[in-house]
């Protein structure tokens, strides 16, 4: 099967599933920091951060299925790896970042809205599921899929929450006295940016082989700074004190 691949294809295939992988060792990695600190924090902000990769769960599924069983996903399977964990995804992050930003003016009604958005959609993703799945997205090629238009908002509007919050929790951190929160700020920070840049590029740019493999590394580094700035490690830590 990997013959029948063309080149964009493959290479389109190996980078989304190691961007997969990293996100889900990323975010397991931070949520398994809950067993030693008790801390819910950590089981929130670590599952938002394995949820939210789940808009690329299709493409990266789809590819190592073709690897297994020489097939593609079904589009229905497809469609809801791709797009049902995405509200789930929003809903910790919302209230992860409402712990982590204790002086939101109206928290009950922040959390509450976006909630009520996630439940929506995921209400009228699951109907449509089963009705039309083809209102919901189309495959093309072998592995990549076109959104329909719901789905697509949807997703934009997790991806700018995500990093919109991200930002001001990062700018906040980095305005702290304390040396060790404004270093990590200053990764968080690096992190939500390359993962807008990579988010536009994903969205605006025409991919071929170069501009893939570059936005691909691009977002699997953002997971890896986020890493590093949410739990920094002392190893890190240690490096950057002495520089």
């Not at 190996?14 to 889900?24: D, E, N, P, Y």
């Not at 060792?25 to 949820?51: D, E």
Request: glycine share 6%; hydrophobic share 60%; proline share 3%.
């Amino acid at each position: 099967m990997l013959l029948q691949l063309t080149e964009l294809e493959l290479i389109h295939g190996i980078f989304t599933l190691i961007l997969v992988v990293t996100f889900l060792i990323v975010g397991l990695r931070i949520a398994l920091k809950y067993l030693s600190t008790k801390n819910k924090i950590f089981l929130l902000v670590g599952f938002a951060w394995i949820l939210i990769s789940s808009a690329w769960w299709g493409s990266g599924f789809s590819f190592f299925t073709i690897l297994i069983t020489e097939n593609p996903l079904p589009l229905s399977i497809y469609l809801l790896l791709g797009n049902a964990f995405i509200p789930f995804a929003v809903i910790c992050w919302i209230f992860g970042y409402s712990v982590l930003i204790s002086s939101i003016s109206d928290k009950k009604f922040f959390i509450l809205i976006n909630v009520i958005i996630s439940v929506s959609f995921e209400i009228f993703f699951v109907i449509f599921l089963f009705i039309a799945p083809s209102e919901l997205g189309t495959i093309r090629e072998k592995f990549y899929s076109q959104p329909g238009f719901i789905p697509m908002i949807f997703q934009l509007y997790a991806i700018l929450l995500t990093i919109i919050t991200g930002i001001i929790f990062s700018r906040r951190s980095i305005k702290s006295e304390d040396k060790k929160i404004q270093l990590k700020g200053k990764f968080l920070l690096t992190a939500f940016v390359f993962f807008t840049i990579g988010g536009f590029f994903d969205a605006v740019i025409p991919l071929n082989a170069i501009t893939l493999i570059f936005t691909r590394l691009i977002t699997i580094l953002s997971a890896i700074l986020f890493f590093i700035g949410f739990l920094l490690p002392k190893r890190i830590e240690k490096i950057f004190h002495k520089s």
